[in-house]
């Protein structure tokens, strides 16, 4: 193989395109290389942030679904307690009625029974009236001896 015109024309011609890429295509895809390069690198470190950044908010996120549990359980403590106190004020409240029912009660059924006692009284002293009238077969005028059948009530 025999070195001619031809060969070295190519030779030529390819280190003038090797010189002109390295002149002016090679800077502008190293620039644009290099510019990908650190935004793909930015982007990494963006998303390694974000990957932190997302299990501190997982962390947040679980402390406040703790604090809001431990919350919860105080309102639902809270709401307990609160409900047997107005249970024992019920009762409390129900056991003094009750009191005041039965004393209520009481005093109604004393006043029956001094009624009925004063009733009887009355009606007693006007049997014994009727029974001394018919002893003594005469007449005894109520309105008259008023004094005497009060005071007849009255040892009754």
Known sequence: MSINATLIGQVIWFLIFIWITMKFVWPPLEKAMSSRQKEIADGLDAAERAKKELHLADQRAGDIVREAKVTS?????????????????????????????VARAQIEFEQEVERARQHLRERLSELAVAGAEKILQKEINPAVHADMLNALKQEL
């Open 73 to 101: 359980a105080d309102h639902v403590a809270q709401a307990e307690k609160r409900s047997q106190q107005i249970i024992e004020e019920a009762r409390e409240n129900a056991r003094i009625e009750y009191e005041k029912i």
